[in-house]
T-cell receptor, first 114, second 112 residues
Framework: NAGVTQTPKFQVLKTGQSMTLQCAQD?????MYWYRQDPGMGLRLIYY???????DKGEVPNGYNVSRLNKREFSLRLESAAPSQTSVYFC?????????????FGPGTRLTVT | DQQVKQNSPSLSVQEGRISILNCDYT??????FLWYKKYPAEGPTFLIS?????DKNEDGRFTVFLNKSAKHLSLHIVPSQPGDSAVYFC???????????FGQGTRLTINP
């Protein structure tokens, strides 16, 4: 039981390049999330997927797209990377059972855009 | 607007003493609150939560207190241990919402 896994762990991009961050969970959770963490800003929600087949914007969606490929996998795509997207990206999942809203996080992807 | 605020970026506590981390929120419709702990180069891990129908929840050395009238919650760690040195995030959720709103985090350092 690996929990939430993310690939890659590190990535360096040049401005304008594109890439996809991969996330998978093996806990049979319905909901999945993408966050970015920047110094002094906490965790900010980029996009989330409440269930397979649905996606919704979070607090900072501009410059990103997502795909909920199946129940296990939720990917985040940067079409044209910008230096402002330099950050640490976390994927999370949640069962969203009644009375429990805990989210479980992956180890993160550290992205640098030059 | 920052709906969940952790006004202390850092806190230093001596080993064995009590650590108190604070969090304020502005939206009175939040009904579920959580604390996460994060070590460097790792993802946040869930620590403890509390529903708005309670004012206290305890789990071992960790206790979360909720003061709804003041829109304030706090995390108490007793006794503090070196392994508690980490960044702590509070988070809040609206009823029926699938999302969490996080504070900026407080870096806790436990000194021997």
């Amino acid at each position: 039981n690996a929990g939430v896994t993310q690939t890659p762990k590190f990535q360096v991009l040049k401005t304008g390049q594109s890439m996809t961050l991969q996330c998978a969970q093996d806990m049979n959770h319905n909901s999945m999330y993408w966050y970015r963490q920047d110094p002094g800003m906490g965790l900010r929600l980029i996009y989330y997927s409440a269930s397979e087949g649905t996606t919704d914007k979070g607090e900072v969606p501009n410059g990103y797209n997502v795909s909920r490929l199946n129940k296990r996998e939720f990917s985040l795509r940067l079409e044209s990377a910008a230096p402002s997207q330099t950050s640490v990206y976390f994927c999370a999942s949640s069962p969203l059972l009644a009375g429990m809203r805990e989210q479980y996080f992956g180890p993160g992807t550290r992205l640098t855009v030059t | 607007d920052q709906q969940v605020k952790q006004n202390s970026p850092s806190l230093s506590v001596q080993e064995g003493r009590i650590s108190i981390l604070n969090c304020d929120y502005t939206n009175s419709m939040f009904d579920y609150f959580l604390w996460y702990k994060k070590y460097p180069a790792e993802g946040p891990t869930f620590l403890i939560s509390i529903s708005s129908i309670k004012d206290k929840n305890e789990d071992g050395r960790f206790t979360v207190f909720l003061n709804k009238s003041a829109k304030h919650l706090s995390l108490h760690i007793v006794p503090s241990q070196p392994g508690d040195s980490a960044v702590y995030f509070c988070a809040a959720s609206l009823q029926g919402a699938q999302k969490l709103v996080f504070g900026q985090g407080t870096r806790l350092t436990i000194n021997p």
